[in-house]
């Protein structure tokens, strides 16, 4: 039992000695890291241009924020589809739209009446 107390004091003097030593790397070994990680920080340095992005990369990150491709596609077929029912609208369309006798309303609730006070307003 006395052997297993004389190891552990020898270690408390071995751990005691060595946290009362400063342990501080050499001149030598700062300055090579130093001069590597300036490597390493000069490759990774993104490059500035003053001019900003360029337009492809602009238009790049709009086309990315609407969804890519298949929403593209989606717009451009929404957008022919509007241009061509612009330019030529379908007959039935066209006559429910200019004809004054086939407009009509529909009564929801026939029996609503309209406060006269409200129609001051």
Same mark, same amino acid.
């Given at each position: +039992? !006395?052997? *297993?107390?004389? *190891?552990? &004091? !020898?270690?408390? *003097?071995?751990?005691?000695?060595? &946290?009362?030593?400063?342990?501080? @790397? /050499? @001149?030598?070994?700062?300055?090579?890291?130093?001069?590597?990680?300036?490597?390493?920080?000069?490759?990774? &340095?993104?490059?500035?241009?003053?001019?900003? @992005?360029?337009?492809?990369? &602009?238009?790049?990150? #709009?086309?990315?924020?609407?969804?890519?491709?298949?929403? +593209? !596609?989606?717009?451009?077929?929404? !957008?022919?589809?509007?241009?061509?029912?612009?330019?030529?609208?379908?007959?039935?369309?066209?006559?429910?739209? /200019?004809?004054? *006798?086939?407009?009509?309303? #529909?009564?929801?609730?026939?029996?609503? #009446?309209?406060?006269?006070?409200?129609?001051?307003?």
């Amino acid at each position: +039992m !006395t052997k *297993d107390h004389d *190891d552990i &004091r !020898t270690l408390d *003097d071995v751990f005691r000695a060595a &946290r009362d030593a400063p342990m501080e @790397p /050499s @001149p030598e070994l700062l300055a090579r890291v130093l001069a590597d990680a300036e490597a390493v920080g000069a490759a990774l &340095r993104p490059v500035r241009n003053e001019a900003g @992005p360029p337009r492809a990369d &602009r238009l790049r990150d #709009v086309f990315r924020a609407l969804g890519g491709w298949p929403a +593209m !596609t989606g717009l451009a077929a929404a !957008t022919v589809a509007g241009i061509w029912i612009g330019l030529s609208p379908p007959a039935g369309l066209q006559a429910g739209l /200019s004809a004054p *006798d086939a407009a009509y309303i #529909v009564d929801l609730a026939p029996g609503a #009446v309209v406060d006269p006070a409200w129609e001051a307003l």
